[in-house]
């Protein structure tokens, strides 16, 4: 089953700690691709980068920023494959931004129709 992994923490790191991170984030990219269980991993850039888009009455409403005002936000994510949940726990405690943040776990639904990975 697919599981998406999105990685919640605050913005503000030490680009030494970010760098360190990245590496971990690679090699446990790569341990899982290696186990045929790795889809896809990337984190994001900052929010200031970011904008919400939705549509109310036909007009689409463009505003900077996330949705959420939190001083956590998503950070990145990977997309794994699990045989179950207790196992997609296991690899979410593996990412290294699980040490300064959370990790949240959510099944994918499976949707005929869409292209294959």
């Not at 030490?14 to 341990?31: G, I, T, W, Y």
């Amino acid at each position: 089953m697919k599981y998406i992994l999105l990685i919640h923490h605050e913005e503000v790191l030490d680009e030494n700690e970010r760098q360190q991170l990245l590496k971990e984030s690679v090699q446990l990219a790569n341990s899982l691709h290696e186990k045929q269980q790795y889809f896809d991993a990337a984190p994001l850039q900052p929010t200031s980068a970011t904008v919400s888009v939705k549509v109310r009455d036909g007009k689409r409403l463009v505003t900077d920023g996330p949705f959420a005002e939190t001083r956590e936000q998503i950070g990145g994510y990977f997309l794994i494959d699990a045989k179950d949940l207790e196992e997609a726990v296991d690899i979410a405690g593996r990412i290294p931004g699980a040490r300064i943040g959370t990790v949240e776990v959510r099944p994918v639904r499976e949707v005929d129709g869409l292209p294959e990975l």
